[in-house]
């Protein structure tokens, strides 16, 4: 009677699967009787039930399809020891921006400073004041570690200190929510049809309102909506004046909303907060580096918004969370929204915020590598680009220096661009998303775009100190 083919794959499949060595057999194994001594019994079977993990799933898909492929104790014991001394193989890892994104959301969006990261360091390693007062002995609020600092970065007078106050929540996306839950729960917010945007990532101005219990009251057009509108959509049920950044687009053409101004000078007529959300959090224009009419967050706050919202890890070069900077009678209500609790912010977070305000302070976020990578002359990256094509040996690869432009990304200063140069890089025998894919899976993972059929590696993202590993990738192709 003949065997059923797809049985005797199996049968095959179990035989192989019970010749593997045990994990004491390996542990007996003379390849890693130093490593036990050396990095202890328990981080040798770690990595021991990982590598035999890996061959069973090499087996179950096939890739070792009969016995005599199946490695032997010593190969397996010497992988073992490799992925010893290579340390744990982590999910999030470290990888190398080529794409010319300054703010990539898929890539973490702005890098830390190092003094951020010293600071950091600093409180985690043991315990910290995070919700006590150090003079009185009592409990504090965790926002007492960036409010004092946010609005001296913010420009407010020391006479008007005391009008404002600050909350720190985990991005933009919660403050803006948490904001309009706040203050305008069951009643009515006004916003222009021509800011009901998406930002990315689900977050859609109408949704975001009607979870928070707030009811849209859309006023003017998708290209054109007057201070007037929205004094004809105020009434008794409106809570808010919104305002929102059109951060990620632009409409050009027949066009007009109105200025900050003109909104405030509303707001204050109608009795009814203005609450913008800013989204980028720009301490200083960009435009002399090519990012022309990106407004402040400053700004917002001298033309008299009564609250406003922004990201950490946009344009002010922080970590991940969300500002909310406002009038201190609205901020104390937000403060008693149970919400605050569910969205409140680590005391990594605040370490890293408050070093990264700090550089403010101090020298005008000039030393940020975001303001780094912003301000890096084109004729720079050329050099580094021209340094990296000329170390190339490999005979498979065509790689030349190309003028690109570099963009800001993460949903901010959509028409920007950054004049920049790229390696650009073609393969003998690979197509260029091969290629790609080839980059993204080295060893540190490089990500880099496409464009015509060539792969870019756009050296404005890339730290100075990691030319070389990129040029080591490459020359490896
Ligand atoms: C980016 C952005 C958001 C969302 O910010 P996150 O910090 O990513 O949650 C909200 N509003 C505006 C205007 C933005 O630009």
């Known amino acids: 009677m003949a065997v059923d083919p797809m049985e005797r794959t199996e049968q095959a499949r179990e035989l192989m699967y019970s010749r593997l060595p045990s994990v004491n057999e390996l542990l007996r194994a003379p390849e890693l009787r130093g490593d036990v001594d050396a990095y202890g019994h328990d981080r040798v079977v770690v990595a021991i039930r990982e590598q035999l993990q890996g061959v069973r799933r090499q087996i179950a898909s096939g890739e070792i399809a009969s016995e005599g492929l199946q490695p032997a104790i010593g190969s397996i014991a010497q992988h073992v020891r490799e992925l010893i001394r290579r340390g744990p193989e982590y999910s999030l890892k470290p990888v190398i921006n080529a794409t010319g994104v300054v703010l990539h959301t898929n890539l973490g969006r702005a890098p830390l400073s190092e003094a951020a990261l010293a600071h950091v360091v600093e409180v985690a390693r043991d315990y910290c004041n995070l919700e006590l007062d150090l003079e009185s002995g009592e409990r504090s609020k965790r926002d007492v570690h960036a409010e004092r600092l946010v609005l001296r970065v913010l420009g407010i007078a020391e006479e008007e200190i005391g ?6 929540v985990n991005n933009c996306a919660a403050a803006t929510f948490l904001a ?3 203050l305008a729960e069951r009643r009515e917010v006004v916003v222009s049809r021509g800011e009901l945007v998406e930002i990315g990532g689900g977050f859609r101005i109408p949704e975001i309102l009607e979870k928070s219990g707030a009811i849209l009251r859309e006023v003017g ?20 004046l919104l305002r929102v950044h059109q951060s990620n687009f632009s409409i050009e053409g027949f066009a007009e909303r109105p200025s900050l101004a003109e909104l405030v000078e509303l707001a204050k007529t109608m009795g009814v907060p203005l609450f913008e959300d800013q989204g980028t959090g720009l301490i200083e224009r960009l435009d002399e580096l090519g990012v022309a009419g990106e ?5 917002s706050i001298a033309a008299g918004v009564d609250l406003v919202a922004a990201s950490g890890d946009k344009l002010l070069g922080g970590p991940q969370c969300g500002l909310l900077v406002g009038r201190a009678d609205l901020i104390a209500r937000i403060r008693k929204n149970p919400l605050l609790r569910a969205f409140r912010v680590d005391k990594l977070t605040y370490a890293a915020l408050e070093a990264t305000l700090f550089e403010y302070v101090v020298g005008g976020g000039e030393s940020l590598p975001l303001m780094k990578i912003l301000s890096a002359p084109a004729d720079e990256i050329e050099k580094r680009c021209c340094a990296i094509v000329e170390s190339i040996h490999s005979a498979n690869l065509i790689a030349v220096v190309v003028p690109v432009e570099s963009m800001i990304g993460g949903g901010t200063a959509p028409s920007a661009r950054l004049k920049s140069y790229a390696v650009s890089v073609r393969h003998a025998e690979l197509g260029a998303g091969d290629l790609q894919k080839k980059l993204r899976c080295s060893d540190p993972p490089v990500i880099a775009r496409i464009a015509e059929e060539a792969v ?6 890339v730290p100075v100190e990691m ?4 040029a080591r990738v490459l020359e490896r192709l």
């Open 163 to 168: 009008r404002w106050s600050v909350t720190v």
């Open 180 to 182: 309009l839950n706040t």
């Open 221 to 240: 057009t998708t290209n054109r909506t007057r201070a007037a509108d929205y004094e004809l959509a105020v009434t008794e049920q409106t809570a808010l």
């Open 295 to 299: 407004p402040t967050l400053p700004e």
């Open 456 to 461: 870019l590696v756009d050296l404005r993202t």
């Open 467 to 470: 030319d070389e590993a990129v």
